[in-house]
Structure formats: C-alpha cells, structure tokens
C-alpha cells in the first residue's frame, strides 16, 4: 500500500497510558511503503506529558532511518501547545 500523508489523531491527555495505541500506531506506519508526510493531529491534545515527549522524540528518530518523511504538528494549542514549544519540538516537527 502506497500512503503519501499518515495522519495519527492523538487523545485528550496524551501520556503514557497512550503509549501502548502510539507505539501500534508507529508499527501500523513503518509497514507502510511509502510515506512522504507524517501528521500529527493535536487538535484534541489538553495534556501531555514527559512520556508524550519522550514518544515524539522517538517516532522522530525512527522517521529519519526509516523514511526521511516530513513530521508535523497540526492544531496543537493551549497548553499543549506551549510544552511542545518548551519542550523544543519545533526542532523536529513543522507546526501547521
């Protein structure tokens, strides 16, 4: 199956109890054959914590041994939107 754009919807609380759905999520995504862009959908996101980093940082690092794909944050706001920002995720993920 050829996917061009992967779209994750993330949960209202984004934290380690989610760990287990993200991690299905990523495997679901690195069997994929070809993915140009990785979206994350924070629009639901109100809390996030230390763990939700932790995952981004490593859905990031496997993106870039595996596909090289465009990662990005869309609709983050609030509060989450300011961790991520903290948390210096712009580094790794465009915000749209």
Do not use: C, T, W
Not at 6 to 21: E, G, Q, V
Not at 27 to 50: G, P, R, T, W
């Amino acid at each position: 199956m050829v996917v061009d754009i992967y779209n994750i919807r993330l949960p209202n609380r984004f934290d380690f109890s989610h760990h287990k759905i993200f991690n299905q999520e990523i495997e679901s995504l690195f069997k994929q054959s070809n993915v140009k862009e990785i979206h994350l959908d924070f629009s639901q996101v109100n809390y996030l914590d230390s763990s939700a980093l932790g995952m981004l940082v490593l859905l990031s690092k496997k993106n870039e041994k595996l596909f090289g794909a465009k990662l990005s944050i869309k609709g983050a706001h609030g509060s989450a939107f300011e961790i991520l920002e903290i948390a210096q995720m712009g580094r790794l993920y465009a915000f749209i």
